[in-house]
Nanobody, 131 residues
Framework: QLQLVESGGDLVQPGGSLRLSCAASGFSLDDYTIGWFRQAPGKEREWVSCISSDGVRIKYADSVKGRFTSAKVNTKKMAYLAMNSLKPEDTAVYFC????????????????????????WGQGTQVTVSA
């Protein structure tokens, strides 16, 4: 069974940091691109980041660029999203998702930002940024 499990969400003050983890089971991350998405209450799901199957090519949404860092350790079947300088508007449920498209330039495409294309989703982890 293909599965992703996120962890690391928490309540943090503005300006603080968190690192989210995404653990894969039942498949190899070498064969998948990983996307991070988030959904705030009452809002549509938003793409946050994309990291290629080899972990080399990474793209970020403008809203998080310079503050968030995505990484992937295929040998451990783990993906990570390090979040710094957190703002109240970063409050959301964060999801990792896996896509079988491993084209080198995939993370540069609009397709990689469309959640419905992804094959496996985690259950999400809550991040709350509040004083």
């Amino acid at each position: 069974q293909l599965q992703l499990v996120e962890s690391g969400g928490d309540l943090v003050q503005p300006g603080g940091s968190l690192r989210l983890s995404c653990a894969a089971s039942g498949f190899s991350l070498d064969d998948y691109t990983i996307g991070w998405f988030r959904q705030a209450p009452g809002k549509e799901r938003e793409w946050v980041s994309c990291i290629s199957s080899d972990g080399v090519r990474i793209k970020y949404a403008d809203s998080v660029k310079g503050r968030f860092t995505s990484a992937k350790v295929n040998t451990k079947k783990m993906a990570y999203l390090a979040m710094n300088s957190l703002k109240p508007e970063d409050t959301a449920v964060y999801f990792c998702a896996a896509d079988r498209d491993t084209a080198p330039s995939y993370c540069s495409t609009v397709r990689s930002r469309q959640g419905w294309r992804y094959d496996v989703w985690g259950q999400g982890t809550q991040v709350t940024v509040s004083a």
